[in-house]
């Protein structure tokens, strides 16, 4: 807004956030737990319901069907990050599936 911005280091792991106040001038560094599992926390909380889904006979929160097209999203970011190109999805993930096919034969992205 006109009042403030928040704002912090993209890709830095600081573990703050930082809020300035445009009125007053003061900035307000304010602490943001960071998880140790590489993953943001996200780690536990797939690994519980794996685990609940095994004992219970329960289908777990995601499927493979919608875990799949998501991490291929993800990768081909880090592919268009990594080379500095645009990175056609479709094909992109053409590449992940021949490669998981064929790892011989594959790309070497997945």
């Given at each position: 807004?006109?009042?403030?911005?928040?704002?912090?280091?993209?890709?830095?792991?600081?573990?703050?956030?930082?809020?300035a106040?445009h009125?007053t001038?003061?900035?307000?560094r304010i602490?943001?737990p960071?998880?140790?599992d590489?993953?943001g926390?996200?780690e536990?909380?797939l690994?519980?319901d794996?685990?609940?889904?095994?004992?219970?006979?329960?289908?777990p929160?995601?499927s493979?069907?919608?875990?799949?097209?998501?991490?291929?999203?993800?990768?081909?970011?880090?592919?268009?990050?990594?080379?500095?190109?645009t990175?056609?999805?479709?094909?992109f993930a053409g590449d992940?599936?021949?490669?998981?096919?064929?790892?011989?034969?594959?790309?070497g992205?997945?």
């Amino acid at each position: 807004g006109t009042k403030g911005s928040a704002f912090g280091m993209l890709g830095a792991l600081e573990g703050e956030l930082h809020h300035a106040d445009h009125v007053t001038g003061k900035v307000r560094r304010i602490p943001i737990p960071t998880a140790t599992d590489g993953h943001g926390g996200g780690e536990r909380p797939l690994f519980e319901d794996v685990l609940h889904a095994l004992r219970t006979g329960a289908p777990p929160r995601t499927s493979i069907a919608a875990a799949v097209p998501s991490h291929v999203l993800a990768y081909a970011a880090m592919e268009a990050a990594a080379t500095g190109t645009t990175v056609d999805v479709g094909a992109f993930a053409g590449d992940v599936w021949a490669s998981l096919s064929d790892p011989a034969g594959g790309t070497g992205r997945a």
